[in-house]
């Protein structure tokens, strides 16, 4: 890709497909919680919840990883953005993971800062959306407003021109 090709995606674009994503994954959550539930034959939502979120982790692991590593998740694609290595380049499958990983520092830190206080959900929802508000800001000190979890994964998404349209 070319420099001019490498443009970013507006935030609010980005944002808009952080939550596109969300929705998608709620299908996903459906799926692979009903298979787990089936397959170990739970009868009570607590039960073997551990075990669920472990599963859930792996699942969207392998969903992330997988469709990252080919360039685009489909809300990426909905919302015309591409996942590219710096030097604008497919990202390799352990990169994929790198960022994957790294991409849990949306939620981890405000979900650990609010877990010892045994908060009432709306104040953990609360606490969490106001840290994606401030990680997704944060982007806008970056020169290329790159998200940090991208900048430490050696990744950086890009506005995506469909096949078929030419800008211009």
């Known amino acids: 890709m070319t420099p001019a090709q490498l443009q970013t995606p507006s935030l609010a674009r980005r944002m808009a ?6 929705i998608l994954l709620f299908g996903v959550v459906f ?12 009868r009570h939502a607590l039960d073997n919840r551990h075990a669920l ?3 859930l ?3 969207f692991g392998i969903y992330f990883v997988w469709l990252w590593s080919r360039g685009q998740t489909l809300a990426m694609k909905t919302w015309n953005i591409r996942i ?3 030097a604008g380049r497919a990202i390799s499958q352990p990169r994929a993971l790198l960022r994957y990983g790294l991409s849990w520092l949306w939620l981890l ?10 908060l009432p959900a709306g104040e953990v929802v609360v606490v969490v959306l106001g ?8 982007s806008r000190f970056h020169p290329e407003q790159q998200f940090l979890h991208d900048v430490l994964a050696g990744t950086r998404l890009v506005s995506d021109t ?3 349209r030419v800008k211009g």
């Open 57 to 59: 982790f792996l699942i």
């Open 17 to 22: 497909c952080w939550v596109y994503e969300g």
């Open 131 to 138: 840290w994606v508000a401030i990680w997704a800001v944060l």
């Open 53 to 55: 979120q472990a599963f």
């Open 162 to 164: 469909p096949k078929g």
């Open 31 to 42: 799926i692979f919680g009903y298979l787990f539930g089936t397959l170990t034959q739970t």
């Open 109 to 118: 830190p405000a979900l650990g800062a609010v877990a010892p206080f045994s």
């Open 84 to 86: 590219v290595d710096t």
